[in-house]
Every structure is written in C-alpha cells, then in structure tokens.
RNA sequence: GGACCUGUGGAGCAGCCUGGAGUGCUCACCUCCCUGUCAAGGAGGAGGUCGCGGGUUCAAAUCCCGUCAGGUCCGCCA
C-alpha cells in the first residue's frame, strides 16, 4: 500500500520480494544501526513496519552514503533513496516480514537529528511506567505499545459500522453539563458567565439519551468520554469512553442481539477469532451464589458451592454461628490442593484477612485408612460429624488430594469473599485458560440495595431503571426482592457494559422514586428535565453502554487500561507528560468568582 | 482513608535480610577498529545526591521513623 504524503514512495514495512528492482523513496526512523566500516545496515521504521537500508562502499555515491550512514544514530529521521533488491543468498531474516528484501540506498538525507531516548525504543526491556508517560510520544513509537492503539482505533471502526448498518445515528451529547447526584462524584467546571454556578462534565450521558427517545430519534449510538473524579485503578481511568446506545419500541431481548452481532463481528475482524453467540446467561443471584460476583469469570468452572444444607445442625462453631445469624457458609474446591504447604494455606487465609474476613477455614481431603471413606485433614475436622465429612465431599465434589475453603459470615460478604479466593487460587495454580473468551450475560439484579449507613435503599443502577413486570406488584412490600430490568455484560471476569430497560411511565418512576426516598421537590430539583420529557409522550426504550477502554485492553492482549489509552492518567490522576491537574494563576481563578483556599 | 510492593550512573537489574571504600551484571552513550549484519562484533572511555528528609551508629544504599513518586489491591466507583 503506498502510504499518504509525497515525501516517500513505499511504507517500510511493505516490501517483498515481488518488489525487486523497485525504485523507492522511504522515510522514517532509524530503529537501529549495524556499521560494518565498509558496509552498514540501518533498519528504518516508519508505521508499516521496518526494512533494512545497506549503505556499501562502492564508487561516488555510493561512499557518500556510506560516510553518512556512518554518521546517523538512533531515531534520527532519514529519507532514503534505493533499489530494492532481493537479499543476496543465506542473509534473509525469516523473523522480519520484510526479511527476503533490503534497500540498497543511492541517498540518505537526515531529516530530523535525535537526542539519545530516555528509555530504549527497539529493546524488549519494560521502562518504569512513569517514565514511559512523561515521554508518551517515545513509547508509543515502541512497536507493541503503539499496537494497541492501533488495536483501539480498529475497534471503534468496527463499532461504527455496526451500528451504522443497525440504524443508529450518532448523536453528541454535551461535555458541559449539569451535576446530578448519583453516583460517582463529579468533576466540576466553573462558569464565568454564571458566576459561583458550575458545570459538571458528564458521568454519561445517560439522561440526554432518554430524552434522544422521547425526540423520536428512536436509534442512538455515541462513542463518547465520560468523567468520574474516583480513585484510579487499573482498569478504572478519571475519563474513559464509553460506546452508549439506546433504543425505543424495543425489548432486552432485542437489544442482546444487536449486541451479540456487534461483539462477534469485532471478534472476527480485530482479533479473527471466531465467536459463538447467542452468549450465555445467567442471573443476578446465580453469578453471586456460584462465582461470588457479578462478574463471573467463566473461562473456568471450579464454583462456590452453598454449604448450608450439609451444615444445617453442625457443631462446627463458626459454621453454627454465621447460619444461626441468617448467613451462609461456602465452600470452594481447589484440585489438587492437598500438596500445599502450611505456608500456602496460611497466605490464603492471610488474602482473606487483608479482605477484612475475619478468617478462612480450609482442609485437606485424605484417602481413609484401610481403604475406607476418605477424611479431612483439618483445624475444623475434629469438630465434623462423620456423615458431615460426607455431604461436604458429596455437595463439593472433592476428592482425595483436593483442598477444600470455607468461608463463613453474612452471605454477601462470604459469597464475594469466595469469590475473589477463586479466582486467585485457580490463577495462582494455572486453572484459569489464558486463551478462552468467556462471555456471559448476567441478568435480572435486583433493583435497589439497602444502604446501612444512610438507612434507605439505593438504586443498583440507577433510578430510572425499569422494575421487571412481577416486582411491580410487590415493589412497596418487599423492595429488596425486587428485580431490574438490567443486564451486564461480562467477559472474563470484567464487566464490558451494562443497561437496562428505562421506566417511561410516570407512575412507575414516581414509584420508584418514593422507593429511593426521593421526594417529589427534589426529584423534580435534580431531574425535572428528564421528568418533564418522559411526560410529553416517551416511548418503551433502554440501552447499554460499553467500556470502550476496558474492551480495547481485553483485546489488545493488555494488563491496564492506560496501555490502550495514548495520553493516559497515573494512579494519582496526574499525567507526567503535561503536569496536569496543575495550578491556575489568581487572576484566572478570579474571573471564575474562584478563591483558593488556605492548603489543609 | 487503608494494606502491600517498588525507587541504586541514561535504561533494566543485582547488592539491602546479616551495616564496613559507589562494589557488580546487561543494554544504551562517546572515541577508535571492522565489507553481510539483523539484539552485529572487538578495543578503550565517560557517566552516581543509592527518590527526599531526619534518626541510630565509630561507620548507612543496607537498620529505624517520616515523606514524595510509581504500581497492585481494599474502601470508593457501574
């Protein structure tokens, strides 16, 4: 392909052999130098890729080329003028697409001179990440790293035409907007107009996109940034993007095809990976019960396992009390665990105790003497009834040489305790496939949580969320039970999106809102646009919004959002490349009716 | 707000536990040599506030306290 711009003929990267003889112009970066005196090698790389360049002492020409080449270094632009030719027998590079080929170069002009890089460009070696960030635009000419954005920028191609092929228009939405309470806390931008008022930039723009529905636009797609001011982690960025959809006249049924067409076509054309839908499902209360999360990580079985029946009259005292007090004990099998050490048992008690448990029990199951039942080796053992050992092995499935945990407490809080205890251990003891694509859907969440330190109860997803039809009936008498018309996306283990159908009656949001303990004054302060459109006529609607980040780092193979992301965020929400968030002078702050105050 | 890991010539590491001269390795950089390399090779050279501050000690990269920065996680966040 012959790359844009007239400065050169063909993409480094690009030749073959079917180029032989070609007269070519190239320019790029000298990725590396190998100076023989009489002859020397300069691998140029330009986006497509890199090519050796032979300068050879020779008559005229030739030796001035080679008096430069002598002379040029590491990341110095060059343009190059040569003949491709075929590499002369047993010097081809089969690690190199172009490794059949070399320039044979006529003129070498330096473009552009280079300080020696902070940090290696063509070694293999990883530099400290902050490094790396104060010099972004080095980085991201280190092959791998510039990879994934180029991963990235195939991914939101592909989305694009997905669901311009659906239908879906893209609509902006606006940066500068109103703070809404829920949620996470927003970054604020004050206004010099309204002075002393100020702008929130969006969390997402969940609210203008109910209001899309009700303009009649009836398909509404946006790969847009969001803002959250919490704390980073690494797959969490202060802004991201997110691809946001929403749509009227619809079900969730109808939206879990559009979505499945989407991944699996992203699947195919980025990573050529040939996916299978539809994906599977499960609930809510499936994915907390047997994978202690609502994110389950699919791609190996190995579940918690509800020990509440096998222990139903145990003498087992931290059993008996977690039961006695309404919760739950929950067991979990790792194969082959019998050959840890005591060392090993006690970090996994010490994982769970830095997860604030206050403990975790675990046993060994050992082959019975004399060829009888098998036994448990553990601190709990002696306090087991026989026929309990029983059930525990019958209900986990474990067998002799297994390891078996117990957790014990409050069923949420156990559940997700065990939840991260799978996960860990089956990673730290090679039971998680590296190589499978493990998509699930996880449905029906309830609806609102009780919130102990407020007293009320807390949307799971946000307010507007639609009620499933059988809650509506009993959403006042037994609010905890009730189900949302919600959906997650899971992938491996990490949520990639999530939505929901939208209440578009009034009586139902009003409802709800009461459910929230929100009154209709301030319902009417924090939401009255939203309210006010739902009102002119909303048609049934929902949507999703995917993590465009987080999907982009699966993809790309890529441990952290921040290597999908080319100007990205530390941990403490600096950016080493700008000095950002940096301080203003006074008299910009003045104009914004800002005073800074004394450091606390 | 909290827990843990890391910080040593330009880069990546070792040294720290058990205090004794800035000691070592790989790469990069500079000079010279070299006509088939591809992580080229050879000879020579330059380059250090051991993150920062304080303490203990005759003596601190090493032990202690604090702090800053980076990372992972909990809380927070959908």
């Known amino acids: 392909m012959k790359p844009f711009g007239s400065l050169r003929t063909h993409g480094a990267g690009t030749l073959r052999p079917s180029d032989d003889g070609t007269d070519v112009v190239l320019a790029g970066w000298v990725a590396r130098r190998r100076d023989h005196g ?17 300068a050879d002492a020779g008559e005229g020409e030739a030796d001035e080329v080679l008096a430069a080449a ?29 490794g059949e080929v070399e320039v044979a170069a006529s003129e070498l002009e330096v473009l552009s001179v280079a300080q020696t890089p902070p940090f290696p460009i063509e070694g293999r070696v990883e530099a400290d990440e902050h490094l790396r960030l104060a010099h972004r635009y080095l980085d991201l000419r280190r092959p791998g790293v510039g990879e994934a954005i180029r991963t990235r920028a195939r991914i939101t191609s592909v989305m694009r035409e997905v669901m311009e092929r659906n239908g879906f228009l893209d609509v902006e939405t606006p940066m500068l907007t109103r703070s809404t309470p829920e949620g996470a806390r927003d970054f604020l931008v004050p206004s010099r107009l309204q002075r002393g008022e100020f702008y929130a930039l969006p969390q997402s723009p969940q609210l203008f996109k109910q209001l899309l529905m009700v303009a009649g636009l009836e ?9 959250r001011d919490e704390d980073l982690r690494a797959d969490r960025q202060p802004e991201f993007t997110q691809l946001d959809i929403e749509a009227s006249f619809i079900t969730a049924e109808d939206l879990y095809g559009l979505v499945e067409e989407l991944i699996v076509e992203l699947w195919s054309e980025v990573l050529d990976v040939e996916l299978s839908a539809p994906f599977a499902r499960m609930t809510y209360a499936e994915a907390m019960a047997r994978y202690g999360t609502d994110a389950p990580d699919c791609r190996f079985d190995l579940r918690l396992v509800d020990l509440g029946e096998v222990f139903r009259g145990t003498e087992v005292g931290i059993f ?3 039961l006695d007090a309404g919760g739950s004990v929950v067991g979990w099998r790792l194969p082959g665990g019998g050959e840890l050490t005591r060392k090993q048992f006690d970090d996994w008690v010490e994982f769970a105790k830095r997860r604030g448990a206050k403990g975790l029990a675990w046993g060994v199951v050992e082959a019975g003497e004399g060829g009888g039942a098998p036994t448990l080796r553990s601190p709990l053992a002696k306090f087991m009834a026989d026929d309990e050992v029983t059930a525990l092995l019958a209900a986990t499935g474990a067998g002799v040489g297994d390891a078996l945990f117990f957790g014990a407490g409050p069923t949420r809080s156990t559940q997700q305790l065990m939840g991260a205890l799978r996960v860990a251990a089956a990673k730290a003891h090679g039971f998680v496939p590296e190589d499978r694509w493990a998509f699930t859907w996880v449905l029906e969440a309830p609806l609102v949580e009780w919130n102990d330190d ?20 009993t ?36 409802r709800v809102f009461a459910l929230l303990g929100i009154g209709e004054a301030e319902a009417r302060e924090k939401f009255g646009f939203l309210l006010d459109g ?36 530390t941990q403490s929400g600096q950016d080493p490349l700008t000095g950002a968030p940096a301080a203003v002078d006074d008299a910009q702050l003045r104009e914004v009716g800002l005073r800074r105050l004394p450091p606390s």
């Open 70 to 98: 002598h002379g040029v270094r590491s990341e110095w632009v060059v343009s190059v003028r040569g003949r491709v030719r075929t590499r002369p027998e047993g010097m081809a590079n089969p690690a190199l697409a172009t």
């Open 219 to 227: 398909r509404y797609y946006q790969i847009v940034r969001c803002f």
């Open 454 to 473: 407020e007293g009320r109860w807390d949307p799971v997803h946000h307010p507007f969320t639609s009620p499933t039809e059988d809650s509506l009936a």
């Open 320 to 322: 008996r009390g977690a």
């Open 475 to 510: 959403l006042e008498q037994a609010p905890g039970a009730a189900l949302a018309q919600a959906y997650d996306l899971v992938l491996n283990g990490t949520e990639l999106g999530g939505g929901s159908i939208r209440i578009h009656r009034r009586d139902v949001q009003e």
């Open 534 to 569: 739902l009102s002119y006529g909303a048609p049934p609607h929902g949507g999703i919004a995917f993590g465009l980040d987080r999907i982009a780092m699966l993809m790309a193979g890529a441990g952290s959002l921040r290597d999908v992301i080319a100007f990205p965020k």
């Open 38 to 54: 009489g002859v020397a090698f300069l691998d140029l790389r330009d986006a497509s890729g890199s090519v050796q360049v032979v």
